[in-house]
């Protein structure tokens, strides 16, 4: 069989293509975008990207009911949105398999809180899987598809930053072609009102316990003997690491499935060693479950529940010794995070900033503003709440009215700020929102919206007119302004705050990464004009350095937005006039 280098996500969707699955939804978030990019690319399966992660579980619910099997992917803050449908698909069941991937980002490498989905499995009653690899990623797919019709329900697979975003080794064979199953109507499985969900808890716990028989004995669930009298129980991506730190040193209980856990392949396990560790990222999740079934586990008093695990940290912690580490000769450049050149939302924020007024912010690539030299977010909680949080803080004070605003991108208020911005409406504050649109679902790495005009395959699709959008709802002060034109936006937004009305700005301007956005030659400055005032450095532009005291434009970098020729007042950056 043909063997290929994979990407965890990619695998994880060559595992969609190869079990049959035929629909796929899902709203981008890092680390599980891939996944939905990957399955795009197989005609045989129909993939979208939703406006919310909620849309996208109802969409692949509804194709599983409809008898085809389907998937829906997002991050570990994405599961919160999809929560409502994921709790009730327990007690309904499906028809044909569904599957529900979700990547932790264990560390935080691109997320705004640190969160572990196994506690969502276990509220949900639901079963959850957990690969350790690639080739993990692609055959637990399969063997998902199978525990969700065998035992009637969604399943969860947990993935992490590390296991979606590293190439192992994977054997890939071919598709698997499935009749679509019959749908008859149920409305006792299907219709959750509270007479039919009172007896369907019955058999979500009756559930439960053959899943858990199941664990004792799937080869999901396998035990490596070593010889040693010291055990490990571990999973996933942790498992790898306790691997590579301790090699045959020990023996594993290496888990592949998460939810239900295993009571007596636990217990047998160990009562062959005389000590056994439990290495987990995040909570103790099965640390807690060995304590309760009665076998005495060493965990989280050595292995913090914050970031991620290494294989130092492991090897120190058990068999306590530190490894040597080697350091690079040279010093590797710093690289802060920071708004990309020609970024449409630098001039927002150097607007935003002058102005002092309160930033209600948002999750995307604009969060970004928050930093130095900008400085411009006040807030960002979760996706859509700059514009109720906006709210709130108007209606604490109504003076605050004429002060603060809230930014937000256009995927992001199609995912969840339209509904803030109902509430403005329809419970009166004077807010003024600022709707940073690009053209794109920036952050993720490009992916289409549905304000873009093209779907996931690139094929023209209806597209949302935020103008009319927001008209529609009741907001009748609305302004389309280019971020660019720094003095046209910023008496904008100061008629815009003292409107005695709610108001949207579109602030619009294509990302400047984009293939289809002409860049510009690179600007540069004359040294002979520049005074070191360094009025350029305001706008937070990475190509604008200090070199020893000179002031330079990076030319590598310097898309030519021309941004930083309004901040000079001595004529000294030079360069083509677009």
């Known amino acids: 069989m043909e063997k290929r280098l994979m990407l965890g996500n990619e695998a994880v969707a060559r595992g969609l293509y190869e079990a049959g699955c035929e629909v796929v939804s899902s709203y981008p978030g890092t680390p599980s975008t891939e996944i939905t990019e ?3 690319k197989y005609d045989e399966i129909k993939s979208e990207w939703a406006p919310n992660e909620k849309v996208a579980l ?6 599983s009911i409809a008898g085809v099997r389907s998937f829906c992917g997002m991050k570990h803050v994405g599961l919160n949105v999809a929560a409502d ?5 327990s007690y309904s069941g499906v028809n044909a398999g569904l599957i529900v991937a979700v990547a932790d980002d264990q560390g935080m490498h691109s997320s705004q809180n640190e969160q572990d989905s196994r506690h969502y499995a276990i509220a949900a009653k639901i079963p959850m899987l957990e690969p350790a690899d690639s080739q993990e990623c692609k055959d637990y797919v399969t063997e998902a598809y199978s525990i969700s019709e065998q035992f009637d329900t969604p399943v969860l697979l947990r993935l992490s930053t590390r296991i979606s975003h590293t190439q192992t080794e994977t054997t890939v064979g071919e598709r698997k072609a499935l009749p679509k199953r019959e749908y008859i109507k149920n409305a006792a499985k299907y219709v959750m009102m509270p007479g039919n969900a009172k007896k369907k808890h019955v058999v979500v716990e009756e559930r439960t316990k053959k899943l858990t028989a199941f664990s004792e004995t799937t080869p999901l669930n396998t035990i490596i003997d070593n010889g040693s009298r010291i055990g490990v129980i571990s999973a996933g991506i942790a498992y790898q690491y306790a691997a590579e730190a301790l090699e045959d040193k020990v023996n594993y209980l290496k888990l592949g499935m998460l939810n239900p856990l295993p009571v007596e392949l636990i217990k047998n396990f160990a009562a062959d060693c005389e000590k056994v560790y439990v290495v987990e990222e995040l909570d103790g999740v099965i640390e807690t479950h060995c304590r309760c079934i009665g076998v005495p586990v060493i965990g989280k008093e050595l292995f913090s529940n914050i970031g991620e695990l290494d294989q130092v940290i492991i090897r120190e912690k058990i068999l306590g010794v530190k490894p040597e580490i080697k350091k690079l000769d040279e010093t590797l450049p710093v690289r802060p995070p920071v708004l990309c050149p020609g970024c449409p939302h630098r001039g927002v924020f150097y607007v935003l900033g002058k102005l002092k007024v309160m930033v209600s912010g948002d999750i995307g690539c604009y969060t970004l503003g928050a930093v130095a030299p900008l400085n411009a977010l006040d807030t960002t909680i979760c996706m859509g ?4 949080g906006l709210h709130g803080f108007n209606l604490a004070d109504e003076n605050n009215c004429k002060k603060s605003v809230a930014v937000i991108g256009d995927s992001t208020f199609i995912h969840s700020g339209i509904t803030g911005l109902i509430n403005v409406v329809y419970n009166a504050t004077n807010s003024v929102v600022i709707i940073m649109d690009n053209s794109t679902t920036g952050m993720t790495g490009h992916q289409q919206n549905p304000t873009t005009g093209f779907n996931i395959k690139g094929d023209p699709a209806a597209a949302v007119s935020l103008e009319k959008l927001c008209e529609s709802i009741g907001i009748r002060r609305v302004r389309v302004v280019d971020p660019m034109d720094i003095q046209l936006f910023e008496s ?6 003292e409107a005695p009305e709610p108001s949207v700005i579109i602030s619009r301007r294509p990302c400047a990464l984009l293939k289809t956005v002409k860049k510009y030659p690179p600007l540069r400055i004359n040294t002979d004009k520049c005074k070191k005032c360094k009025a350029c ?4 532009c990475p190509a604008i350095q200090d070199s020893k005291g000179t002031i330079k434009i990076d030319p590598t970098l310097c ?6 020729v309004k901040m000079c007042n001595f004529t000294a950056i030079e360069g083509e006039a677009k």
């Not at 449908?85 to 698909?89: D, R, Y």
């Open 559 to 564: 898309v030519g937005c021309r941004l930083c």
């Open 38 to 40: 990957f399955a795009s």
């Open 58 to 63: 109802e969409v692949a619910l509804g194709a």
């Open 537 to 540: 450095f305001k706008i937070g």
């Open 492 to 497: 904008v937004v100061k008629e815009e705050l």
């Open 385 to 388: 709440a700059s514009i109720s």
């Open 85 to 89: 449908p994921l709790f009730t698909a």
